[in-house]
C-alpha cells in the first residue's frame, strides 16, 4: 500500500499535565516502547509521501527518541493548541496540493489497517475533509460530533464547551483527520480561540467548512478502544493491557497455549513455536526465541534468550543472555545470566 500523495503530521508537542510527569507524555512507554513510536510504526506501512512530527515540551527529548524514523520535525515554540500545531507546519506544507493525514502522537493503539481504510475512504470520495469518529458508552474527555437530521456532521464540540445536551453525544471524535492542504491553512486562519481554552481548535475547521457549503465526509471506526488517547497513567495501563492482548491473541492464533493470558507478559519481540504451552505468571521480554513443544512453567522471567525445542523450564527460574538447547530441562529455582 503507498499513498504518495498524502502528507503525515503527528501532533507531539503537548506537556500531558495529566501526567503528573516531567517526561513529554508521548515518550511514556506502553508495551514496552514509546507511545509515539507505535503511532509512527502504524504509519509506516502505509508509505506516506512525507511525515511531519510537530514537537513543542521538551522537544529534544522527543525528536532523539525518534532518530531513525524516516520524519521531519516542526517545533512548536508555544502550545496553544491543535489548530495552532498544524499551523507551525503550514511553511512546510503550504505548497502541498494534497490530502493530509493529521492524528496525535498519543493514540498507540490505532492499527495501520484502519487508516488505510480510512484514507482509502477519503480518497474514492473526493473528500476535502474527512472525520475519523467512533460510538463509546462514555464519551467524557472526547470531542462531540454533532449532526443534523439527515446524520451529516455539523461541528464539533469539545467536552469543556459543549452544552448539556451536547454533553449527552455519545459519537466522538477520533481525533484523526484527513483534510487537503490548501483548504487546511485557509481555514486554520479563520479560526478564533473564543473558547474556554483560549485556543486554536482543529476541530473548528469543520464547522468552517459547512459554513463554506463543502461536505464534510465521516468515517466512522467499528472498535472505539482503537482511538484511545492516553492522557492519565490509568489509560497507559489500559493502552499496555490492550497491545499485550492483541499480540498474545497472535501468539495463539499460531498454536501457542497460554494459560491465563491476563496475567502473562510476553514481548512482541519474543517469538514463540507452535505446541509450546505457557503458564500463569511468567514474563519472556526482550529479544528471545522460544522453540516449538517447550514448557514455561509459572513465575518464569525469560529474557533475551534462545530455548531450544522441547525444553522444560521449571517454575520460579530466571534466564537472561542464555541459550538452551533442545530437549533440556531447566530445573525449578534455577538463576542462570551470562552473555550468549
Not at 9 to 35: I, W, Y
Not at 97 to 115: F, H, N, Q
Not at 284 to 310: A, P, Q
Request: net charge negative.
Amino acid at each position: 500500500m503507498q499513498y504518495s500523495s498524502v502528507v503525515g503530521l503527528v501532533l507531539a508537542a503537548g506537556k500531558g499535565t495529566r501526567m503528573k510527569s516531567d517526561t513529554p507524555k508521548v515518550l511514556h512507554e506502553v508495551f514496552f516502547s514509546p507511545m509515539i513510536h507505535h503511532v509512527l510504526d502504524t504509519l509506516q506501512p502505509l508509505v506516506l509521501g512525507r511525515s511531519f512530527v510537530v514537537t513543542g515540551h521538551q522537544h529534544q527529548l522527543v525528536e532523539e527518541s525518534l532518530r531513525g524514523y524516516p520524519v521531519s520535525f516542526v517545533h512548536q515554540s508555544q502550545q496553544l493548541g491543535t489548530g495552532h500545531a498544524v499551523l507551525a507546519c503550514e511553511g512546510e506544507l503550504r505548497s502541498h496540493d494534497g490530502p493530509v493525514l493529521i492524528m496525535c502522537g498519543d493514540t498507540p493503539l490505532i492499527r495501520t489497517e484502519t487508516l488505510q481504510h480510512f484514507l482509502r475512504f477519503h480518497l474514492d470520495s473526493a473528500s476535502l475533509v474527512t472525520i475519523m469518529t467512533t460510538t463509546v458508552t462514555e464519551p467524557t474527555n472526547y470531542g462531540r460530533i454533532v449532526s443534523d437530521e439527515h446524520g451529516n456532521i455539523v461541528s464539533i464540540v469539545e467536552e469543556k464547551d459543549a452544552t448539556p445536551a451536547q454533553k449527552e453525544i455519545k459519537e466522538i471524535n477520533a481525533g484523526i483527520y484527513c483534510v487537503d492542504g490548501r483548504f487546511l491553512f485557509d481555514a486554520l486562519h479563520r479560526v478564533g480561540t473564543d473558547n474556554m481554552q483560549g485556543e486554536v481548535y482543529l476541530t473548528d475547521i469543520v464547522a468552517i467548512a459547512v459554513g463554506d457549503g463543502i461536505g464534510v465526509h465521516k468515517f466512522s471506526c467499528a472498535d472505539s478502544e482503537e482511538i484511545l488517547g492516553v492522557n492519565s497513567r490509568r489509560e497507559l495501563a489500559q493502552a499496555h493491557s490492550s497491545l499485550q492482548r492483541r499480540y498474545l491473541s497472535l501468539l495463539m492464533d499460531s498454536g501457542v497455549t497460554i494459560i491465563q493470558p491476563e496475567s502473562v507478559t510476553i514481548e512482541k519481540t519474543v517469538t514463540i513455536g507452535n505446541d509450546s504451552v505457557i503458564y500463569p505468571n511468567t514474563a519472556l521480554t526482550g529479544r528471545c526465541s522460544i522453540g516449538s513443544g517447550v514448557r514455561v512453567d509459572s513465575f518464569v522471567k525469560i529474557h533475551d534468550c534462545t530455548i531450544g525445542d522441547g525444553v522444560r523450564v521449571g517454575s520460579f527460574t530466571h534466564l537472561q543472555q542464555t541459550h538452551i538447547p533442545s530437549w533440556s530441562t531447566v530445573p525449578p529455582h534455577t538463576t542462570e545470566i551470562k552473555t550468549q
